[in-house]
């Protein structure tokens, strides 16, 4: 059997936005993307002209793993609370500064790159979204 862990990453209105600079940043691949538009229309979510240009499921393949990421309809949903923080990991250190430093981009560096104990690459950053990330590289052996 095998199990995987996906982020789902719930943006209000801006997951357009970010799936652009994950892209860039990360090198992003989009694998599927619906908008509320795309979908039947349901008697009990009637979807608004606001609506219907909001991403409702985007999946996002980066490296080897899959983020999916989505607008909800309603913003009062998302809230500090429920903020993600991925786990970025290479066996490369300046592959993963490269990483760090595209993330910071608008951010917020939460400790900054560099060597620690357990990693010869290691920093915290928050995206210009609010999405955390802890960017790590492996001890090679």
Same mark, same amino acid.
Not at 88 to 103: C, G, H, P, W, Y
Not at 106 to 121: A, N
């Given at each position: 059997?095998?199990?995987?862990?996906?982020?789902?990453?719930?943006?209000?209105?801006?997951?357009?936005?970010?799936?652009?600079?994950?892209?860039?940043?990360?090198?992003?691949?989009?694998?599927?993307? &619906? *908008?509320?538009? !795309?979908?039947?229309?349901v008697?009990?979510?009637?979807?608004?002209? $606001?609506?219907?240009?909001? #991403?409702?499921?985007?999946?996002?393949?980066?490296?080897?793993?899959?983020?999916?990421?989505?607008?909800?309809?309603?913003?009062?949903?998302?809230?500090?609370?429920?903020?993600?923080?991925?786990g &970025? *990991?290479?066996? !490369?250190?300046?592959?993963?500064?490269?990483?760090?430093?595209?993330? $910071?981009?608008?951010?917020? #560096?939460?400790?900054?790159?560099?060597?620690?104990?357990?990693?010869?690459?290691?920093?915290?950053?928050?995206?210009?979204?609010?999405?955390?990330?802890?960017?790590?590289?492996?001890?090679?052996?």
């Open positions: 059997m095998t199990l995987k862990i996906t982020p789902f990453i719930n943006l209000n209105g801006k997951a357009k936005e970010a799936i652009k600079f994950y892209e860039k940043a990360l090198g992003a691949e989009v694998l599927s993307l &619906i *908008t509320y538009g !795309d979908m039947p229309e008697p009990d979510m009637p979807i608004t002209d $606001e609506l219907k240009d909001l #991403v409702a499921s985007a999946k996002l393949q980066i490296g080897e793993s899959e983020v999916m990421i989505s607008d909800v309809p309603d913003p009062t949903h998302v809230q500090s609370s429920k903020q993600i923080t991925i &970025i *990991t290479t066996n !490369d250190v300046e592959k993963s500064k490269r990483i760090f430093e595209a993330l $910071e981009q608008d951010g917020r #560096v939460d400790m900054p790159f560099g060597e620690q104990p357990f990693s010869p690459g290691f920093g915290d950053v928050t995206d210009k979204f609010g999405v955390s990330f802890l960017v790590y590289t492996e001890v090679q052996n």
